[in-house]
């Protein structure tokens, strides 16, 4: 899946055009005879004009699920982030150059 979104106008918080790409992939196989989808995704945000703090945002993805039963999944996720750029305060809480790096492990229950 692809997607591009732009605004048609300057957003108001940082006078600059918004812009977003998203790119996601799943594929579905088995593993250890369980059904399985690994998934990947890149998204690039740009929300300032050059030299703002807050001009862009990177975020990659990686992830898995394991259909353990019928009824339960476990999870694993990797998180990586370039830049942090909140909604709120954006002008005043971005940092252009942080690296985030996290890891999620869940489990699901489904009834």
Request: no cysteine.
């Amino acid at each position: 899946m692809a997607e591009y979104t732009r605004t048609g106008r300057d957003w108001p918080a940082t006078n600059a055009p918004v812009e977003a790409l998203t790119l996601q992939a799943a594929y579905d196989t088995k593993l250890f005879g369980k059904d399985t989808r690994f998934s990947a995704v890149y998204g690039l945000g740009r929300q300032g004009n050059s030299g703002d703090e807050f001009k862009k945002l990177h975020q990659f993805i990686l992830g898995s699920e394991i259909w353990v039963t019928r009824n339960f999944a476990v999870s694993a996720e990797y998180v990586y982030n370039k830049g942090f750029v909140p909604l709120i305060m954006i002008s005043r809480a971005s940092i252009a150059d942080v690296e985030t790096h996290t890891l999620i492990l869940s489990g699901k229950v489904f009834f």
